[in-house]
């Protein structure tokens, strides 16, 4: 009993939090902290548990649960003690009538997260659910609960709104009971929020993942320092002083500080042009372009840099590589240079040897995944843009199905999904070890993508094959190519064309 007079006892505001921001991530033995706090409904005080927690394979979170003894006033919440994801993250999941399962989904939703119903024209917004962990089914009724609430009172001081109401709360709850198909669509700045995949590890055809970069107004309000220029408002200070202060702070770094200049005094040395050939093999920069950012992690002030290379049988393209100095965070990003291409481009390489593992890889943002031997695909903008091998995409591949879909692989899984799961991870280590050939198909609707070849010429690769396609409307319309109207740019470059002519004539 003493020890578990220790665990309960109750304690104030400051210990909790000093204790669970003290605690450390594999720490089994976080006690529960119990916190005395006002119950907002009778106003005499009731307990407030807290328990920090991690969930394998997804986040370190922090359950708090109210109870009043005097009024039997309940609540819980949700809120993530870890870090906020680089990018956020938007869920779209079409419902039908009538499916249980479906209502039946775990919805984990941050204190940041978003709603919305746009059949009925709902939105819950962050403030009104903090935090929950629910069903879709539990967060419909939630909803309906909560607007139910204060009804008589608004058909006491405005009964056409208190109908208007009651007839919204029918609409919401036939969706609530399966009665009525929607779309639910779960938008979250931070990337913490999460909605369960009942074919996991495969896609789920009723859900659509968006990941994105925030915009400055959702950064600063995750409490980011956000810069006035970044947010379009006016500065302070004369424009001249701001173009003096970014010219000093951006300077050019000569590109052998990270590792050339041992291959110029390689080839200095030498007269064989093939040493030369084979070292500049992917061509290098001359210097490379280092400017002031904000660490994505932190938000203290880091550096990124920033080069042009040109990939043979590929393009050039522009490698980003940032690191922050106060957290450690890095993060590197590859940016196609040059015009958009006409066609798509989907690259099929057959791996057949450990060799092929070890094959550069390009995935651009606007690229999918496809490996037939798993039943694995990825849609466009799943892991952003990476620089990588063979293996890297895979084991990256890996982590990013547990971190997002892992939450739901906990003790309440039902076996099957667990032997499924199970059955999907012994596939994927078949593939690592290449116990026997299987297929990488990268399908890239602006060709944005490079596998590398491993021969000199990558005609004589016949385990490596490129398929060129024409765009369809729709992937024209996702990339915003339908609207680009170039005819102002167009009038422009042949005017400057003509008066360049005219000039030489004369």
Not at 231 to 251: F, H, I, K, L, Y
Not at 327 to 345: A, F, V
Not at 356 to 371: E, F, M, Y
Request: proline share 5%; hydrophobic share 35%.
């Amino acid at each position: 009993m003493e020890g578990r007079d220790n665990k309960e006892q109750i304690v104030d505001v400051g210990s909790v939090v000093e204790a669970i921001s003290t605690a450390d991530n594999n720490d089994t033995g976080v006690p529960l902290y119990q916190v005395e706090s006002l119950c907002m409904r009778c106003g005499e005080n009731g307990i407030t548990n807290f328990l920090l927690t991690l969930i394998p394979h997804f986040r370190k979170i922090l359950l708090s649960a109210f109870e009043c003894p005097h009024c039997g006033e309940r609540n819980n919440e949700v809120q993530f003690a870890g870090e906020i994801q680089p990018r956020g993250c938007c869920y779209s999941l079409d419902i039908p009538s009538g499916d249980q399962k479906m209502l039946n989904r775990q919805v984990v939703k941050s204190e940041s997260a978003t709603i919305k119903i746009p059949e009925l024209d709902f939105e819950i917004p962050p403030e009104a659910q903090r935090g929950s962990l629910s069903t879709i089914e539990g967060i419909l009724a939630r909803a309906a609960d909560e607007l139910q609430a204060l009804q008589e009172e608004r058909r006491k001081v405005d009964p056409k709104t208190a109908e208007a109401i009651d007839e919204f709360l029918l609409k919401l709850r036939a969706c609530a009971a399966g009665d009525s198909s929607f779309k639910l669509i779960l938008d979250d700045p931070a990337g913490n929020s999460f909605i369960e995949n009942l074919f996991v590890p495969s896609p789920d055809p009723s859900m659509n993942i968006k990941f994105y970069e925030r915009t400055p107004e959702q950064q600063a309000t995750l409490g980011y320092q956000v810069g006035q220029s970044q947010m379009g408002e006016p500065s302070d200070g004369p424009s001249s002083e701001v173009a003096n202060n970014v010219s000093d702070q951006t300077r050019r770094e000569p590109h052998g500080s990270i590792g050339a200049a041992a291959g110029h005094r390689a080839i200095a040395q030498s007269n064989s042009a093939e040493i030369a050939d084979a070292l500049f093999r992917y061509s290098a920069p001359e210097e490379v372009m280092t400017f002031p950012t904000t660490c994505g992690s932190c938000a203290s002030s880091c550096e990124t840099r920033m080069f042009v290379t040109n990939i043979p049988y590929f393009q050039e393209v522009i490698v980003m590589a940032s690191t922050c100095d106060a957290c450690g965070y890095r993060n590197s990003e590859l940016k196609p240079g040059g015009r958009i291409p006409e066609k798509g481009k989907a690259i099929t390489l057959c791996v057949k040897n450990a060799n092929d593992l070890s094959r550069d890889v390009i995935k651009s943002d606007t690229a999918g995944v496809k490996v037939p031997e798993l039943d694995l695909e990825l849609g466009s903008g799943t892991l952003g843009g990476l620089v990588t091998t063979v293996e890297g995409l895979i084991t990256k591949i890996s982590e990013s199905l547990e971190r997002v879909h892992g939450f739901t692989f906990g003790d309440s899984l039902e076996e099957s999904k667990k032997s499924k799961w199970q059955g999907f991870e012994i596939r994927l280590k078949k593939l690592l070890n290449v116990e026997e050939p299987w297929t990488l198909i990268l399908d890239d609707a602006l060709a944005n993508s490079f596998i590398a070849p491993a021969t000199d010429d990558i005609k004589d690769d016949h385990q490596l094959s490129f398929e060129e396609y024409e765009r369809s409307w729709e992937q024209n319309e996702e990339l915003g190519l339908n609207d680009i109207d170039t005819s102002s740019a167009d009038a422009a470059y042949d005017s400057t064309q003509t008066t360049i002519k005219e000039k030489t004539t004369e």
